[in-house]
């Protein structure tokens, strides 16, 4: 039977940005379905504890800012520590995303150059216009998807993520839940490559099998 992940994001992390490629390769060479869930991450964050960045102590800020160097290497991908508009609230994009899904359509495109012009290109995502931009060259209606981004149903459906995140145990992005088992970030991908080739059932915090 093919195999189901839940793809919990939000289009300002420089994390999900680093794994989309690979995750997007892995889950095609499994041939597991993608079940994207853009999140509004600071409501998670403050559901569960977590601190966005400008919050936190700068000893980890400093740290962070170390690891994206790693990982810029390690994937391969261009990536600018510090861009102009970072940080900055991702929603529109965001639910330029979910309005994507509930017409049925593909979303990855749209979401990779939404995170290359953040992290790479240093565009200004909170812009309508740079949004726009990214919808077009995804092959999208850009007028009708950003009416319908600011629709209530979409907002509703957005916000109601937050608890369907929490539900599935996710506290941050980007996480990849398979068969219920989370995978917190992109840096836990090869675990997601290898429980999925195992075939193995799913880990539980109890240890219960």
Excluded at 22 to 32: P, T, V
Excluded at 48 to 60: A, D, I, Q, S
Excluded at 122 to 128: A, G, K, Y
Aim: aromatic share 10%; with cysteine; net charge neutral.
């Amino acid at each position: 039977m093919p195999r189901s992940i839940q793809y919990y994001f939000s289009l300002h992390s420089p994390w999900t940005y680093l794994g989309n490629e690979l995750f997007h390769e892995i889950a095609r060479r499994h041939g597991a379905s993608i079940v994207y869930r853009p999140m509004p991450l600071r409501s998670v964050f403050d559901e569960t504890g977590g601190l966005p960045l400008p919050k936190r102590h700068p000893v980890r800020q400093r740290y962070r800012l170390v690891d994206l160097q790693r990982w810029r290497e390690r994937r391969g991908l261009p990536l600018v520590l510090e861009p102009k508009h970072f940080p900055f609230d991702p929603s529109l994009a965001d639910r330029v995303a979910v309005a994507i899904l509930a017409a049925g359509a593909d979303p990855a495109g749209f979401i990779a150059d939404v995170m290359a012009g953040v992290w790479a290109r240093e565009e200004d995502m909170r812009e309508p216009e740079a949004i726009r931009a990214c919808a077009v060259r995804a092959g999208f209606d850009s007028e009708a998807l950003l009416a319908q981004a600011a629709s209530e149903t979409v907002r509703q459906r957005y916000e109601a993520t937050l608890s369907e995140a929490v539900a599935a145990g996710v506290f941050g992005a980007p996480s990849y839940v398979l068969d219920g088992e989370v995978f917190w970030g992109q840096d836990r991908l090869e675990l997601l490559d290898s429980a999925l080739s195992s075939g193995r059932a799913p880990y539980r915090p109890d240890g219960a099998v």
